[in-house]
């Protein structure tokens, strides 16, 4: 869960330096969804074992979406390379973190 969050204050401080067109278009598309996923994440740890397996695979699809995303602001170099790179290492810990949970509740039934 603190993962998500770091993630998200990165992308709002980056957001804030770039140009209008950029931090409502694609950036605001991309914090939408971390606060999507953060929300997901906290409902998940607050429910029973049973419930929690459906809103870790809706959260592993919107990090897979948020990854292609923030790929995209690369390619059109709307992000500089370095946080990117940053950024997408962030994105890749979080979704092992996910998976893991995923695997360990699929385990124990």
Not at 14 to 21: T, V
Not at 64 to 92: A, C, F, G, H
Request: glycine share 2%; hydrophobic share 40%.
């Amino acid at each position: 869960m603190h993962r998500i969050c770091e993630l998200y204050k990165k992308f709002y401080i980056l957001s804030s330096k770039l140009p209008k067109k950029h931090k409502l278009g694609i950036f605001m598309k991309i914090e939408n969804i971390c606060l999507d996923v953060t929300q997901l994440i906290i409902t998940a740890a607050l429910e029973s074992k049973n419930s929690k397996l459906p809103l870790l695979n809706t959260a592993r699809i919107k990090i897979e979406l948020m990854k292609k995303l923030i790929r995209i602001t690369n390619e059109l170099n709307i992000v500089p390379n370095s946080k990117y790179l940053e950024l997408e290492l962030d994105l890749q810990e979080i979704s092992k973190m996910t998976n893991g949970w995923i695997k360990y509740l699929n385990a124990v039934r």
